[in-house]
């Protein structure tokens, strides 16, 4: 069998040669020859063109994104009480709020009291000061008589505190004794290491407890300014991020975030590290939709595009980047409907142009 196929090997061999014998000569004879090639390059082997037009649409945005956010939070603060005395009661178990009794010394009430100023002397009527202005204003806030914004100790001041000792139990010539009151740096606050229990002996100039650190504020882990209004949410509490800054100071907000139980459970070093937050527009914008490689002249959060269509021809556009994706770019035009760009040119057309 193999010596049968070998043979017909060899003749098929022989016939091939013998046929390119043939055309050899025959392309002798006549002095020319022709081989039998393609006469251009197949289609899918040429170079593509470069693509220069790309679609753009519109579409909403909120700029949602998950953030990390680094507490900032205050030293502890010392409490310095002034009166001397046996405690004979304490009422700082829940903390301490202003124009409230924070304890009793030789049964008289030490009232917390949080001024702008510290208050540092015994006042009366005909005293004048910024300890005065801050007395007047707080007074005011609790709702006892005053003159807000006045930095004199009058009748309406001496009245006004008369009140405020007649509704924690003591007795009072419209007089302020410093001896009354333990200033607090909030109009509520959480005390630590607290010495004046019941029964125990405290003097007047020394401290008494400490504030814990509160949280001053939440700045963003590497985060970039927006030039809009943005919402934040951490533990299910959301704030507002001002436009061109990263960090959040607002009090109300902060202390909400402190209060909660989950913002509590975290460890001081997690804390240090960062906490999960999101990150969103405060509302919803139109953008538009265009390839990365459509924006040029990129400075900052601007750049330009061409809008490719009959109305436009080659003039650069003047864009803000909003936000992006991969290999996408979100922006807003400020002259321009973006609702009527439905194309915009890429490639090396954009080389020469200039973003103005």
């Given at each position: 069998m193999k010596q049968r196929m070998g043979r017909k090997r060899s003749k098929c061999t022989a016939v091939t040669w013998?046929?390119?014998?043939?055309?050899?000569?025959?392309?002798?004879?006549?002095?020319?020859c022709a081989l039998w090639l393609p006469d251009r390059t197949p289609t899918l082997l040429s170079s593509?063109?470069?693509?220069?037009?790309?679609?753009a649409s519109v579409q909403e945005y909120a700029g949602t994104q998950q953030v990390t956010v680094v507490p900032t939070i205050s030293s502890d603060r010392d409490l310095s009480g002034n009166a001397?005395?046996?405690?004979?009661?304490?009422?700082?178990?829940?903390?301490?709020?202003?124009?409230k009794g924070a304890y009793q010394v030789n049964d008289r009430t030490v009232v917390a009291l949080n001024t702008a100023t510290p208050l540092y002397r015994d006042l009366k009527t005909g005293d004048t000061g910024g300890d005065v202005l801050a007395l007047n204003n707080e007074l005011n806030l609790l709702g006892y008589n005053s003159v807000p914004g006045s930095d004199t100790y009058g009748w309406a001041t001496s009245d006004g505190w008369k009140q405020l000792m007649t509704d924690n139990g003591n007795t009072s010539d419209g007089s302020l004794s410093l001896a009354d009151i333990l200033w607090i740096p909030g109009h509520e606050v959480a005390v630590d290491e607290w010495s004046a229990t019941a029964g125990a002996m405290v003097t007047g100039g020394t401290a008494i407890g400490k504030i814990p650190g509160s949280l001053t504020k939440l700045t963003i882990k590497n985060g970039t300014a927006s030039a809009q209004d943005r919402t934040?949410?951490?533990?299910?509490?959301?704030?507002?991020?001002?436009?061109?800054?990263?960090?959040?100071?607002?009090?109300?907000?902060?202390?909400?975030?402190?209060?909660?139980n989950s913002?509590?459970?975290?460890?001081?070093?997690?804390?240090?590290?960062?906490?999960?937050?999101?990150?969103?527009l405060s509302e919803r914008m139109r953008v538009l939709r265009v390839p990365a490689g459509a924006v040029f002249g990129i400075n900052g959060s601007t750049g330009c595009i061409v809008p490719?269509?009959?109305?436009?021809?080659?003039t650069p556009v003047k864009v803000s980047i909003v936000g992006g994706e991969l290999g996408v770019s979100l922006v807003q035009a400020d002259s321009e409907d973006i609702a009527s760009i439905s194309n915009v040119e890429i490639g090396s057309g954009l080389n020469n142009l200039t973003c103005e």
């Open positions: 013998t046929l390119l014998a043939a055309v050899t000569a025959a392309c002798i004879a006549v002095g020319s593509a063109g470069e693509r220069t037009v790309a679609p001397s005395g046996m405690v004979t009661a304490d009422w700082s178990g829940d903390g301490l709020t202003s124009g934040l949410t951490i533990f299910g509490i959301t704030g507002t991020l001002p436009a061109n800054t990263t960090e959040i100071t607002d009090a109300g907000f902060l202390q909400q975030v402190e209060a909660n913002y509590q459970s975290v460890d001081v070093e997690s804390k240090k590290a960062g906490l999960d937050a999101t990150l969103a490719k269509s009959n109305n436009h021809g080659n």
